[in-house]
């Protein structure tokens, strides 16, 4: 079983549809969650950082954390054709520099 | 803008032929990290420097090395490239004073054909 668990879809949605990409995990020491998005032939772009549980939210972006069901979501309102790209989320043990282990990526298509 | 630039943004190599990547960072972090990426494949860390002291992941083949030469600049060496080995190569930088700033920023990446 692999540490973390993404679908790697694609997710195709229309323009203005609610977006919602998922991840779960089995490390239960993980307490720092990233979501990075990647372009096409480009390197991963930090979205959002959270620590431990609950909800943080930026523009129409909104991360969420259940540490109890090791599950971490990330929600896009509005989706544009810009937010097409692979998201990436990502996840460390402890703050400071720590090894950070990946999940493999859900591409998005946000079809205008 | 502080970044991380990587160079060449893409390199055509013959197989066997010795060749290297290069990274640099204006963030003054302590910490630059190159990862090796597959298509629909998660990153994989290679290794990392933590300002000279040199972290070798227990997985990375010897065909690759690593130079730090100062705080500003990180090299990938392939010292013998294999059609595996084409892949994109990240370099990516952190501090580590916790919070925000010990997240790792990522440069545009090199996309390695080894022919």
């Known amino acids: 079983q692999k540490e973390v668990e993404q679908d790697p879809g694609p997710l195709s949605v229309p323009e203005g549809a609610i977006v919602s990409l998922n991840c779960t995990y089995s490390?239960?020491?993980?307490?720092?969650f990233m979501w990075y998005r990647q372009y096409s032939r480009k390197g991963p772009e930090l979205l959002m950082y959270?620590?431990?549980?609950g909800n943080k939210e930026d523009g129409r972006f909104t991360a969420q954390v259940d540490k109890s069901s090791k599950y971490i979501s990330l929600f896009i309102r509005d989706s544009q054709p810009s937010d097409s790209a692979t998201y990436l989320c990502?996840?460390?043990?402890?703050?400071?520099?720590?090894?950070?282990?990946f999940g493999t990526g859900t591409k998005l298509q946000v079809i205008p | 803008d502080a970044m991380v630039i990587q160079n060449p943004r893409y390199q055509v190599t013959q197989f066997g032929k010795p060749v290297t990547l290069s990274c640099s960072q204006t963030?003054?972090?302590?910490?630059m990290y190159w990862y090796q990426q597959k298509s629909s494949q998660a990153p994989k860390l290679l290794f990392h420097?933590?300002?000279?002291?040199?972290?070798n992941e227990a997985d990375t083949p010897d065909n690759f090395q690593s130079r730090r030469p100062n705080t500003s600049f990180c090299f990938l060496d392939i010292r013998s490239p294999g059609l595996g080995d084409a892949a994109m190569y990240l370099c990516?930088?952190?501090?580590?004073?916790?919070?925000?700033?010990?997240?790792?920023?990522f440069g545009p990446g090199t996309r390695l054909t080894v022919l």
């Open positions: 420097y933590y300002d000279k002291d040199f972290n």
């Open positions: 990516a930088t952190s501090g580590d004073q916790g919070g925000s700033t010990d997240t790792q920023y």
């Open positions: 959270t620590y431990s549980s």
């Open positions: 990502a996840m460390k043990n402890s703050g400071g520099y720590q090894k950070v282990t």
């Open positions: 963030l003054n972090h302590n910490v």
């Open positions: 490390n239960s020491a993980f307490q720092y």
